[in-house]
């Protein structure tokens, strides 16, 4: 079979050929890999390329959970071996790094350290161990003498105004996240930063991001409403991020460069090199509607042609009528220049939006399709559905994830505002947009809704907005009584089991079901002001990813000085293994994402009693199995 690893250096995954030998066998037999077929036998069989995605690094992190106890957590990888192990290493004081643990690790990606002495630093750095042989270790993280007791990271900024929204990306190739952070400020800026918080560029988004108006927005205006106008992924596949930016007229690059437009209302797609700022390339956005002003946009990651990444944007401005045009498009970064790929308008179409936007692969083909509350559009451009003409119109949120794991395909669950019909709230196919089940109780607007597996009585994930928790796949009431029942906001995995915690208003809780008769609680695991996070516009924090360590998720808050991200990261054991979510498709594509700010779900169930996660099909960026999907991509162009 193929093996898509890269030989990494020292601070990400170093594997010997030996040590590669030694587990073939064993990869084979990996959850969701396939075994190579005898081509004699395999007949006419189609292989879709491996998605070419971020060549991570461990993501070693270390928080004080205790007295005398510290939590070292670190990725598994979507491509590690099955049975890969760990040694977890300290090193206290500067001094020589000791192994502590005494047995190769093969549970969960994190262990807890009972025996560091915490009056002094304490780095910790892991090395995998395949067939046997150690390999090189990973980067390390240093915990500082006499740390805090708490479940947080801290990561200095500069001093400046607010900031709404985080990104991250890898900026300078080492194998880590990195931060863009916005400044919402008159002008706004952009800001970006390393893994460790050193300051690399910022942009300044000109005059005409001083109309922050959350409908109109001015040409260059970033992170407003529902839009964002910003993303950070490697769009060219090259080991290194870049920031896609939309800009207009008085934009000043990281390099001092400025944009310059002689109409203010002109519009631009850039794409900025992440460890400058500097711009690499643009492309003008379709004038369809210049007439009417300039556009507000959402910015986020698909692979539509299933190998390579392209940038897709949701675009809007409104005419004097009181209407919206509504316009997307994508756009091919190749490292050498930013194509167009496709431009769809909305016209006269029954295609219902709302405030936020889904890239994933809704119908198991590989390709990626880009999804709105009322319809989806295919890799290539078209109208897959929609489901204005089933009655669905404008609502907040809407999710798709495998909701029902004993159902083929994926859901999709959508709230509604102000729906004539009555219709509050609704279950979908997402691969057809057929309708499964919804409820009624007359025209409302729904402002949250939610899907997640909270509560492991009942088979597959629940899904709520503000009528009761419901069971998604059986659509039955499991809490009706609505001051029980958790608030529709936002998921996180924290405490280490399989059903999802919950975050909301800075608070970090469980959904506790206490018996049959559905009475339950909502106990409180973390306070983040209790560690001087402030939340963000809307109410929330300013990204919600797995950006360190294992399968958990970060949440990510500014202090009220805005010079320091607080990043909460679990402080809780677990035996769960599971790869990076990082390294999953769907997942990672959603982390792209702004808007109204949406759970984001992997392409397989993880809740309880799920099975074993199938094997992610991609390649780490810059390996040979990516240069050769890379290929295979531009050569096949977008699917859908």
């Given amino acids: ?111 807890t350290d009972s025996t560091a002495d915490l009056t002094r630093s304490n780095s910790y750095r892991v090395a995998a161990v395949v067939g046997g042989q150690e390999q090189a270790p990973s980067a390390a993280f240093t915990l500082t003498a006499n740390h805090a007791t708490e479940p947080v990271v801290r ?11 985080v990104w991250v990306g890898d900026l300078d190739g080492d194998g880590e996240y990195d931060y863009l952070v916005d400044r919402q400020t008159s002008p706004q ?41 910003v993303t950070v992924y490697d769009f060219d596949s090259d080991g290194r991020a870049e920031v896609a930016l939309k800009i207009a007229d008085g934009v000043r690059f990281g390099d001092g460069a400025t944009w310059t437009h002689a109409d203010d209302a002109r519009q631009f797609m850039a794409i900025l090199d992440g460890r400058t700022g500097a711009l690499r390339n643009w492309s003008a956005v379709p004038t369809t509607y210049l007439s009417d002003g300039p556009m507000g946009a959402r910015l986020g990651v698909a692979y539509l042609n299933g190998t390579t990444p392209s940038l897709v944007a949701y675009m809007k401005n409104r005419r004097d009528d009181g209407a919206f045009n509504l316009m997307m498009a994508a756009w091919k970064f190749t490292g050498s220049a930013l194509r167009q790929e496709w431009t769809w308008l909305r016209g006269s179409q029954n295609t219902p939006d709302g405030h936020n ?58 709230v509604q505002q102000d729906n004539p019909s009555g219709l509050l709230e609704y279950y979908y196919d997402a691969s057809t947009g057929s309708i499964i089940w919804k409820h009624n109780g007359g025209p409302a607007d729904v402002g949250r809704g939610m899907a997640a597996d909270v509560d492991s009585r009942f088979p597959g994930m629940e899904v709520w907005s503000f009528s009761g928790l419901y069971n998604a796949p059986s659509n039955q009431l499991t809490e009706p009584n609505t001051s029980l029942r958790p608030w529709p906001q936002l998921g996180l995995w924290w405490d280490g089991d399989l059903t999802t915690e919950l975050l909301n208003d800075g608070k970090i809780e469980k959904w506790n079901p206490l018996n049959p008769a559905s009475t339950g609680s909502l106990p409180r695991l973390v ?33 009220a000085s805005y010079n320091e991200l607080i990043i909460f990261t679990t402080n809780q054991p677990t035996t769960t293994r599971l790869y990076t979510p990082a390294h999953n498709p769907a997942y990672r594509n959603a982390m792209t994402f702004k ?38 991509g531009s050569a096949n162009g977008s699917g859908g």
């Avoid at 949406?598 to 397989?604: E, G, K, R, T």
Wanted: aromatic content about 8%.
């Fill in 1 to 111: 079979m193929h093996l898509t690893h890269r030989w990494r250096a020292a601070h990400r995954l170093p594997v010997t050929v030996s040590a590669v030998l030694a587990v073939c066998a064993t990869l084979a037999a990996a959850p969701g890999s396939v075994a190579s077929p005898d081509p004699a036998a395999a007949g006419d069989v189609t292989i879709q390329a491996a998605r070419v995605m971020e060549n991570l690094g461990r993501g070693v992190v270390a928080v004080r959970s205790g007295s005398s106890q510290v939590l070292v957590s670190w990725r598994l990888l979507g491509l590690d071996p099955q049975g890969i192990g760990f040694n977890v290493y300290r090193s206290t004081g500067g001094g020589a790094y000791a192994k502590v643990n005494t047995a190769v690790l093969t549970g969960g990606t994190n262990y």
């Fill in 155 to 165: 990561v200095p900024l500069r001093s400046g105004g607010p900031v709404k929204f």
């Fill in 189 to 229: 800026k952009l800001e970006a930063y390393s893994s460790a918080g050193d300051f690399l560029w910022d942009v300044d988004m000109g005059p005409n991001s001083q109309n922050q108006d959350n409908i109109e927005p001015g040409s260059s205006a970033i992170d407003v409403g529902h839009w964002d106008g």
């Fill in 357 to 414: 936007s889904r890239a994933l692969d809704v119908n198991g083909d590989g390709t990626d399709e880009v999804a709105e509350i009322g319809f989806v559009l295919n890799g290539d451009g078209t109208l897959r559905y929609s489901m204005g003409p089933q009655g669905i119109v404008h609502g907040d949120r809407f999710h798709i994830a495998d909701m029902d794991p004993g159902r083929p395909g994926l859901e999709g669950y959508g």
């Fill in 527 to 559: 306070s983040t002001w209790n560690y001087g996070a402030v939340t963000a516009a809307q109410g929330g924090p300013t990204l919600v990813g797995d950006i360190l360590g294992d399968w958990r998720e970060e949440a990510v808050y500014t202090n």
């Fill in 595 to 632: 808007g109204y700010m949406q759970s984001h779900h992997v392409d397989y169930f993880l809740g309880a009693g799920m099975s074993a996660a199938p094997r992610p099909n991609i390649a780490y960026a810059g390996s040979a199995a990516a240069g050769a999907a890379e290929a295979r």
